[in-house]
């Protein structure tokens, strides 16, 4: 059997969502509708990190899943990829108070920049403006996208939990990012799938689908927190050590003494921190990270293969490739 990844990279950059720009430009326009609020300064925080050049992959792999499934009518699609936009940036301002961190894509994090408690509040306004964009459809898609945000949850605990815990394994990371990253990618596949009006076979195929982009797409990020360009990937190298969460890198590395000296370590310098980072580098450990996230690349591109022909799957199969092979 072919390889479903062993086509090249592309040299089409984001043209593999381009077939649903203008799609896309509608989820633009209607986030900055509900992102407006009474408060000007609650739309300026949200408006400060949603348009601070975010990939937008979440709402494009769901289009792209939508109309490889043959869906015609976008306007409940556009209020989808709205909610899970919305309810992503909820996390990441959750995340940067939680983490402390300074920069996000590339400027100022909104802590820093707006202040702990408003960017707190601004969070959770984000998450009440997506269940009400999301509230108007029937029972079933709402459970599914709460479930989506339950698992967020109790994936934010759980990696807190395994924070500088040397005791982390492999399958409790593999949880980990399938609650905190691969949930909304799988929930936002299965709507589509169902909006699309495929058998239930089909939308659980999809969901499976997203999954296994989402872990790919987590896995890849873990890369790039390592060896990626700052300028690139909107922050500094080696996050992930400073903050004592257990990316990929990190656990397949703790068995070397300058990456578990420094993830278990409460306050780290810069040298132990670039030691780590060499060490993780020079020990084969990114090359085994990037075999895994194109193994789940590679399922994610057999289920799509399932659905009929189209300009829109094989745009999809592209998009999935070049998330595990992104510049860095």
């Known amino acids: 059997m072919r390889d479903p990844l062993a086509t090249a990279r592309s040299d089409t950059g984001s043209e593999s969502a381009s077939l649903v720009n203008a799609e896309l430009e509608s989820v633009e326009r209607r986030i900055e509708e509900v992102i407006r609020s009474r408060e000007p300064r609650l739309t300026d925080i949200a408006d400060y990190l949603i348009n601070a050049g975010g990939k937008r992959v979440r709402p494009a792999v769901a289009m792209l899943v939508f109309r490889a499934c043959g869906g015609g009518d976008i306007s409940d699609m556009v209020d989808l990829s709205v909610s899970l936009e919305l309810i992503h940036t909820a996390t990441l301002l959750h995340d940067d108070i939680i983490d402390s961190n300074d920069v996000r894509r590339g400027r100022a994090a909104a802590p820093l920049r707006f202040g702990i408690a408003d960017t707190l509040v601004t969070g959770d306004f984000l998450f009440s403006r997506a269940f009400e964009v999301c509230g108007r459809f029937e029972?079933?898609?709402?459970?599914?996208?709460?479930?989506?945000?339950?698992?967020?949850?109790?994936?934010?605990?759980?990696?807190?939990?395994?924070?500088?815990?040397?005791?982390?394994?492999?399958?409790?990371?593999?949880?980990?990012?399938?609650?905190?990253?691969?949930?909304?990618?799988?929930?936002?596949?299965?709507?589509?799938?169902?909006?699309?009006?495929?058998?239930?076979?089909?939308?659980?195929?999809?969901?499976?689908?997203?999954?296994?982009?989402?872990?790919?797409?987590?896995?890849?990020?873990?890369?790039?927190?390592?060896?990626?360009?700052?300028?690139?990937?909107?922050?500094?190298?080696?996050?992930?050590?400073?903050?004592?969460?257990?990316?990929?890198?990190?656990?397949?590395?703790?068995?070397?003494?300058?990456?578990?000296?420094?993830?278990?370590?409460?306050?780290?310098?810069?040298?132990?921190?670039?030691?780590?980072?060499?060490?993780?580098?020079?020990?084969?450990?990114?090359?085994?990270?990037?075999?895994?996230?194109?193994?789940?690349?590679?399922?994610?591109?057999?289920?799509?293969?399932?659905?009929?022909?189209?300009?829109?799957?094989?745009?999809?199969?592209?998009?999935?490739?070049?998330?595990?092979?992104?510049?860095?």
């Open 139 to 328: 029972p079933k898609i709402v459970a599914w996208a709460a479930d989506s945000c339950v698992q967020l949850t109790e994936g934010e605990i759980m990696q807190g939990r395994f924070r500088r815990n040397p005791a982390v394994t492999l399958d409790d990371y593999l949880e980990i990012i399938d609650r905190k990253t691969a949930s909304l990618f799988a929930a936002g596949s299965k709507i589509a799938a169902y909006l699309a009006d495929m058998p239930d076979d089909r939308v659980a195929q999809m969901e499976s689908c997203g999954r296994e982009i989402g872990l790919a797409f987590q896995m890849i990020d873990d890369v790039l927190d390592v060896e990626g360009d700052p300028r690139k990937i909107g922050k500094r190298v080696g996050t992930d050590l400073l903050d004592g969460n257990p990316s990929l890198p990190i656990v397949w590395g703790l068995d070397l003494a300058p990456v578990r000296r420094a993830f278990e370590a409460p306050e780290c310098s810069e040298p132990e921190i670039e030691a780590a980072l060499r060490a993780i580098r020079d020990g084969n450990i990114l090359d085994r990270v990037r075999e895994f996230a194109v193994e789940h690349a590679r399922a994610a591109v057999t289920a799509v293969r399932q659905l009929p022909n189209s300009a829109y799957r094989e745009a999809l199969e592209r998009l999935v490739r070049e998330l595990v092979q992104r510049e860095i």
